[in-house]
């Protein structure tokens, strides 16, 4: 049995199934789940309403020392706020903030910008009363929480993933997002080093959330809230 606070990173490209995934094992422990792509859409967003282009390092810096994060727990989820407002959905997922948000997430001093709000997570996890942390993205097992109990890194493939995102109705060049994720030089998309890999190509939601599930009890000894 571990007495620490359990952190579980759950790391993987676009539409990998991370986020079905994380949520189903929040539900299931009662974990605080958060999305950290969330937190980089949400600050994308800002920028663009800003006006400011992911190329103009300056303008980003004088834009993100104007933004107040905070966060609002809704349900089994942790979600940013900006200024005291949860950005919505529809803003966040938008064709234009998925055309910027890679572009974005490569700039160092974005990255800088989330670091200690991220890590912060776990606190806040904690004193809400939750039994664990399970936040998903792309660097949480490699860069935000590198000594998290257990840290899994899903794939899938492209074809598998580009039905998922259609099945969603959403647009969005996967591929391309997965390209700039992974050359970037800070914090690239990568299965960090002693971390369960897991190809859900051929799984089900219920057998990948299964199969997560049986690792989660066995490093931690926290038992279903919920089958
Ligand atoms: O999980 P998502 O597809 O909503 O993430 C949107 C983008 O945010 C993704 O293309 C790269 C970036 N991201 C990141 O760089 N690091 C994270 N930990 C999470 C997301």
Redesign the pocket.
Known sequence: MNTIFPVIAVDGG?ASG?SSTSRALAARFNLMHV????H??AVTFALVQAGVSPEDTAAIETQLAKLQLGEEIDGQSARISIGGKVPREEDIRSDAVNAS??PF?AVPDVRKFLFEYQRSQATVAERSGFNGLIME????GSVIFPDAVLRFFLEADEATRAARRAKEGQTDSIAE?DRI?SSRKT?PLLCPVGAERIDTSHLTLEQVVDLLAGHIEDATGLAPVQA
Do not use: L
Not at 35 to 38: C, E, P, Q, R, V
Not at 137 to 140: A, V
């Open positions: 676009a991370k999305d950290t792509g969330s980089y859409r948000v890679s997430a993205g792309r660097d949480i997002r994720d914090a």
